[in-house]
Each structure stands twice: as structure tokens, then as C-alpha cells.
């Protein structure tokens, strides 16, 4: 068994395992919700440590630099994806709330790794010139994979009645064959620089950790809150939500290429400033909307945004060492998961109180990202990590 040469390349690895990911994770995701309330009769309590234990492998993610101690990275992106593959293989079969603390504590230390050593390699893998063109073919490949698997659920369980169980050791099934088979199909690549071995935080990486931090703290408002004001406020059935899904993952399927091409064009200062300009006008629509059509409006716009962060990535590959790309790649997953372990908690005590506070502090959060993107130089690379040096290196 073996693939012609031409396509056994970082880039189609990359590609194949950005497929898989999600089309396995997105199972988890769209089941958890009802199975939990369904099999194991969770109530709010059990649900919110659950979600809480979800996040802290991705608090910890800058722990996988010591794993890279003991083994290569692309060995690791493939074990914590077959590991993700287990976790969700084995969800069904404990309908209980230790069982499902358990195996989502094994499919969350699969995902958070995968996603830490996956940014890791690309960053390293791909030229710097074609990066922003990549990474938006990848977020197209992760749609096509979300869409048919959430196409593959609602065929399954709604038109053939399939059980959870059944369900869950298909997909995390599929996704641990299709796994052993890259391990098997492709060669080990060599890094192109050697990886430093231990945590990194350096002052020159500082604006990358801010805007990593606001730009997880924008996505928790919107995994959390956008998508519960559409239940709460505007009354969406879950058929109403799915849809919302649907388009966003098509939307990104169709566009996200030409986003990466987009941003591959243009700075990356351009290029974010847009970004939290728009966000901050979207977050403030969120506060006023009164009418549901343009709340699923602007829940989509929102959604597409997302591409634009690619231009995070983009900056960093320019300004970092490249030896220390695999271990900035942890800390910066931590950094971004500071926000998710923090904001949900607190804004939900604002969300209490007024719901429409919450988005007014998004819109917060995006203007702070805004004023970062003044201290970007409009061509950032090694040792121009700041406007003030581009403006040295100018004179």
C-alpha cells in the first residue's frame, strides 16, 4: 500500500489529517447535547464540568513540549489524533457522568495536542509566502469534513435511527483507520530547523500573545453567547441552529481559500484591522438586534471572521525564530485558553444581569485588538517584530 510520490507531500499530510479532525470532533459536538441529557440525565451542574474539564488539556497545551522530548511531531499530531479517534470510539459506551468526564478528558488531550503540533507543522512546513493561501485551503477542507458529518448524523439517527453508541464507534472508527493509514501511507519529513526543547516566552513574541489572547476571548462570545442569544432571545430550534451551522461551514468551504489568498496579498496589519473593525460594529449589532433574521445575519458574518485570524498565525511565522515555533505553539494555545476557562464563567454573570453587556464587551475586546494592530509593521519578519523597528529599519 502505497501513494504516488508526488502525493506524499507535508503539505497533502497536513491537508488529510485537517480533514479527519473534524470530522470526528464535530460527531462529539453535535451529539454531546442531547446524549448527555438523554443517557446519563445531565443537568446544568454536570454539563458545566464536562465543559470545564474540556478545556483545562487546552489550558495545558504548552505541556507538549516536554512530550516533544520523547517523540518527533508529526509522530505526536498522528498518536493525539488517533487518541481523539479512541475518546470519541468510546464515548457511547459510558452513559455516565465519571465515564464521560473520563473519555472526554482522553478526547480533549487528543484534540488540544493535535491542534498544538498542527499549527506547529505548518508553520514550519510551508513556505512563509504561500502560508495564508494554505491555511485557508485547510479551513475549507475542515467545512467539507464538518458538513458531512453533520449530514452523516442527521441521515444515521434521524432517517435510520442509529443509537449514540453506534454512532460514535462509527465515526471515531473511520477517523482511527483513516489515521493508521496516514502513519502508514506517509514518510517521516524532516523539520527544517531543529526545535528548541524547553518553554519559550520572549518579549519579542508579546503582541502575538496579546492578540492571541483577545482573539480567544472573542471566540468564547461567540461559541457561548452568540449561539445562546439565537435559542434564548429569538426562540431557534435546534433545526434553526443546525442550519446556522450549515451555512457558516459552507460559507467557509466556498470562501476561506480566497480569504487566505486574500490575506497572502495583503498585510497582516490591513488585514486584522479590518477584522476588529468589523467585529466591533458586529458586537455592538449584537447589543441593539431585535429581529431574528438579522441576528442570523450577523451570526454568519461573525463566523467568517474567523478566517481573517489566520493573519495571527502569518505574523508570528514571519517575526519567530524558526526553532522556536513548536514551542510558541503550546503557549500560544494556553494563552488562548486562558480566556476560555475565564470568560465564560464571568460574562456569564454579566449575561444576567443584561445580556446585551456581554457583546458590548466583545466589542471591548475587539477594539483593544485594534489598538494591538498599531504596533504591527506593515511587512513584519525576523527582527521586525514591531512598528517602531520597521520605522528604525526605514530611516
Known amino acids: 500500500m502505497s501513494l504516488p510520490a508526488k502525493l506524499r507531500t507535508p503539505e497533502n499530510l497536513l491537508l488529510a489529517m485537517a480533514f479527519i479532525m473534524p470530522l470526528v470532533f464535530s460527531v462529539w459536538m453535535a451529539l454531546l447535547n442531547n446524549f448527555v441529557v438523554e443517557q446519563a440525565n445531565f443537568t446544568g451542574v454536570e454539563i458545566g464540568i464536562l465543559q470545564s474539564l474540556r478545556e483545562v488539556p487546552g489550558f495545558l497545551a504548552f505541556t507538549v513540549i ?28 459510558f452513559p455516565s457522568a465519571i465515564g464521560l468526564y473520563l473519555t472526554t478528558i482522553i478526547m480533549s488531550v487528543g484534540f488540544h495536542y493535535f491542534e ?23 479551513l ?15 441521515l444515521l439517527m434521524e432517517q435510520f435511527s442509529w443509537s449514540y453508541k ?24 524532516p523539520q527544517p530547523t531543529e526545535q528548541s526543547r524547553k518553554l519559550i516566552l520572549r518579549k519579542r513574541y508579546l503582541l502575538f500573545y496579546a492578540l492571541t489572547f483577545f482573539s480567544g476571548a472573542r471566540r468564547q462570545i461567540f461559541v457561548v453567547f452568540a449561539g445562546f442569544l439565537m435559542v434564548e432571545k429569538f426562540h431557534y430550534s435546534v433545526a434553526d441552529v443546525s442550519a446556522l451551522f450549515l451555512i457558516n461551514y459552507v460559507f467557509n468551504w466556498l470562501f476561506a ?37 438579522i441576528a442570523a445575519v450577523l451570526y454568519v458574518v461573525d463566523h467568517l471572521f474567523f478566517a481573517l485570524a489566520i493573519a ?18 503550546g503557549i500560544s494555545f494556553s494563552i488562548n485558553h486562558i480566556a476560555a476557562v475565564v470568560i465564560p464563567a464571568l460574562l456569564g454573570m454579566v449575561w444576567i444581569v443584561n445580556a446585551s453587556w456581554v457583546f458590548y464587551i466583545g ?7 485594534l489598538i494591538l494592530t498599531l504596533f504591527m509593521p506593515y511587512s513584519p519578519q525576523l527582527n521586525v517584530e514591531f512598528r517602531t523597528k520597521e520605522k528604525a529599519l526605514i530611516k
Open 66 to 93: 516536554y512530550v516533544l522530548l520523547f517523540i518527533k511531531e508529526q509522530k505526536l499530531a498522528l498518536v493525539a489524533l488517533g487518541l481523539t479517534s479512541l475518546g470519541v470510539a468510546a464515548t457511547g459506551f
Open 312 to 329: 495571527i498565525k502569518t505574523y508570528f511565522q514571519k517575526i519567530a525564530q524558526p526553532e522556536d515555533i513548536a514551542a510558541s505553539a
Open 363 to 369: 466589542a471591548g475586546f475587539a477594539c483593544c485588538s
Open 257 to 293: 481559500a480566497k480569504i487566505g489568498q486574500f490575506i497572502g496579498r495583503v498585510s497582516e496589519r490591513n488585514v486584522l484591522r479590518f477584522e476588529y473593525i468589523g467585529l466591533t460594529i458586529l458586537f455592538i449589532l449584537y447589543g441593539l438586534v431585535e429581529n431574528a433574521n
Open 116 to 138: 498544538t503540533v498542527n499549527q506547529s507543522l505548518t508553520l514550519q512546513w510551508v513556505d512563509k509566502t504561500k502560508t495564508a493561501h494554505f491555511l485557508g485551503r485547510a
Open 140 to 154: 475549507s477542507v475542515k467545512s467539507i469534513a464538518s458538513l458531512m458529518a453533520f449530514s452523516s448524523i442527521w
Open 166 to 189: 453506534s454512532t460514535y464507534v462509527l465515526f471515531g472508527g473511520i477517523a482511527l483507520v483513516f489515521t493508521i493509514a496516514l502513519a502508514l501511507l506517509f514518510p517521516h519529513f
